[in-house]
């Protein structure tokens, strides 16, 4: 679930210096690195692809039982706890 948190909070801004230019690829913090697809360099031209963001949220919904057949599923007394967590980490 970790690295469905870092897909679903992932922050394109935090890719770039406040300059505006790219932050390398071994500066980036292992949260925003779990998020990328891929990235390539190819005649000065950089292609950053992340993972699907809504997969990763549909992922963590119905880990959480969130979608109502999930919840139909688990019976009339669902009770849900949400922890949030810092992605960071």
Same mark, same amino acid.
């Given at each position: 679930?970790?690295?469905v948190?870092?897909? !679903?909070?992932?922050d394109?801004?935090r890719?770039? $210096? ?8 071994h500066? =980036?913090?292992?949260?925003?690195? !779990? !998020?990328v ?7 000065? $031209?950089?292609?950053i692809?992340?993972?699907n ?5 549909d992922?963590?919904m119905?880990?959480l !039982? =969130? ?16 922890? =949030? ?5």
């Amino acid at each position: 679930m970790r690295e469905v948190a870092c897909i !679903a909070y992932a922050d394109l801004c935090r890719l770039f $210096r406040a300059d505006g230019s790219l932050i390398p690829v071994h500066e =980036l913090g292992e949260d925003i690195r !779990a !998020a990328v697809a891929s990235y390539e360099t190819e005649g000065g $031209r950089t292609k950053i692809k992340f993972w699907n963001k809504i997969d990763a949220l549909d992922k963590a919904m119905r880990h959480l !039982a =969130l979608f109502e057949l999930d919840n139909r599923q688990q019976g009339k007394n669902l009770a849900i706890q949400i922890n =949030l967590v810092d992605a960071k980490r």
